[in-house]
């Protein structure tokens, strides 16, 4: 392969960035030698330096490897333990700023040593009784039957939204069985169901959330589970609204399926907290994970639904894991209830707010529009999804490729697209299917104007 004719930008970085991208695309494969730094340099017409830093840089982050006079040779991909999706997602070039990971800023988390300090001094050493005691700690229940959007049969911890899910989905979805799910979706859930031998069913999505007539047809193709982000849906950060909800309930009422309510950024999230449980306690199992707000190593997620659903799901995890972390349950208690950790949350949520604003008010300024939305993901428009990787390559700038985020698996040559209503109709894209990227915003500080800047030039066609 003729390297050189494939960079456009010849600085290090983006030198590394055109590797990252073939490697990425198939284009250079694990053992494929890359030219040696002399070479390229030439072909370039950069320093040698130039090339060396490019490659070291590739080095770092696991893509090549040097073995002396062998000369530079690709690795396998250093995460093929991951998802294919999972996969997709953490690929990608070095990068100074790296806007497509889809995870809280750690500098707006609430501080774990205290609570770990007060949470050792009140516990004993070791549960000797945990084997056969509840899964939950008492004083955690309390907590989470007062806050939680309807009054659930049964309420339980787990590690993790997706492993609440996982488990859910393995009590009422046999082989084969077909799942309703938003399309764009969250890719790991993609995983999720290929890995459990569950179909998918696309429903599109509009301003409000899942679109009832779209949700009304995967159910009569045989859809018997519905999974959906009630608020500050990811990718796109739509919320469900309560009137958009009771159209909902009105459709599942005519079918007998359950749903599965991933409440993934609820701390942090400022939109209401709807639920179809409110309307349907019987058929609802709610996921809150705390990772996005409380932080993800704690591994704590909540669900609560139907004792038919719950007790079955406790039963099996206790000839598993058995139950999270008591230890780390008293920590989440802890965290919710102290004065500072409680501000600490609730100064994120006006930080996520105001960084995602920020970056809507600055791309209007370029004349590209985004719906406001919430969380901390942006669903950005693009001409051409792969073009604007490459142009925010360039700038240094990684996001996450629309594509996985497909719930059809389809791709074309702009990358993954929706089929979203017209704009009469509140969609969020248009009446013409587009590419998108995902950008993360609760990592943006204060470069939100030069970001915004090369996010609208990637979008252009």
Excluded: C
């Amino acid at each position: 392969m003729d390297l050189a004719s494939h960079v456009d930008d010849r600085s290090p970085r983006g030198i590394a960035a055109t590797v990252a991208r073939l490697v990425r695309g198939g284009d250079l494969r694990p053992g494929d030698r890359l030219p040696t730094v002399r070479t390229l340099a030439a072909d370039l017409g950069v320093s040698p330096a130039t090339v060396s830093g490019a490659w070291q840089a590739l080095s770092a982050v696991g893509i090549v490897i040097s073995r002396g006079r062998a000369g530079t040779v690709v690795l396998p991909p250093p995460a093929s333990w991951l998802p294919p999706r999972y996969r997709d997602l953490a690929g990608g070039a070095p990068a100074r700023l790296d806007l497509s990971t889809g995870t809280p800023d750690p500098e707006l988390l609430p501080l774990i040593g205290p609570a770990l300090s007060r949470v050792a001094l009140q516990r004993p050493a070791a549960d000797t009784g945990a084997y056969v005691t509840s899964p939950v700690v008492p004083a955690l229940e309390v907590l989470l039957r007062d806050s939680w959007p309807f009054a659930p049969q049964r309420i339980t911890v787990v590690d993790g939204a997706l492993d609440a899910i996982s488990r859910t989905l393995e009590r009422v979805a046999g082989y084969g069985s077909r799942v309703a799910v938003e399309d764009p979706g969250f890719p790991p859930l993609f995983d999720l169901l290929d890995q459990l031998g569950l179909v998918r069913v696309p429903v599109t999505l509009d301003r409000h959330g899942m679109r009832p007539d779209a949700l009304e047809r995967a159910l009569d193709a045989g859809a018997g589970v519905v999974v959906l982000q009630p608020r500050a849906h990811n990718p796109t950060g739509v919320s469900m609204t309560a009137t958009r909800a009771r159209d909902l309930a009105a459709v599942l009422r005519r079918h007998d399926a359950l749903v599965l309510e991933d409440d993934h950024s609820g701390e942090i999230a400022s939109a209401r907290d709807v639920s179809l449980g409110s309307l349907l306690p019987d058929r609802v199992v709610h996921v809150r994970s705390y990772s996005k707000s409380h932080g993800p190593d704690l591994r704590i997620a909540a669900v609560g639904g139907p004792a038919s659903v719950l007790d079955g799901l406790v039963a099996r995890r206790m000839l598993g894991p058995g139950w999270t972390s008591r230890l780390l349950q008293h920590v989440l208690v802890d965290l919710l209830t102290d004065s500072s950790a409680i501000e600490a949350v609730a100064h994120a949520r006006r930080v996520y707010y105001a960084r995602r604003r920020a970056l809507r008010d600055a791309l209007a300024t370029h004349g590209v529009t985004i719906d406001p939305g919430d969380g901390i993901n942006v669903w950005l428009p693009v001409h051409d999804e792969r073009t604007a990787l490459v142009r925010l390559e360039a700038a240094g700038i990684r996001v996450a490729p629309g594509t996985p985020f497909s719930a059809d698996g389809g791709t074309t040559s702009s990358g993954g697209s929706t089929d979203l209503m017209g704009e009469d109709s509140g969609s969020l894209a248009g009446s013409t299917p587009r590419a998108h990227v995902r950008v993360t915003v609760g990592l943006l500080g204060a470069e939100v104007e030069d970001v915004a800047r090369a996010l609208a030039l990637a979008a252009a066609p």
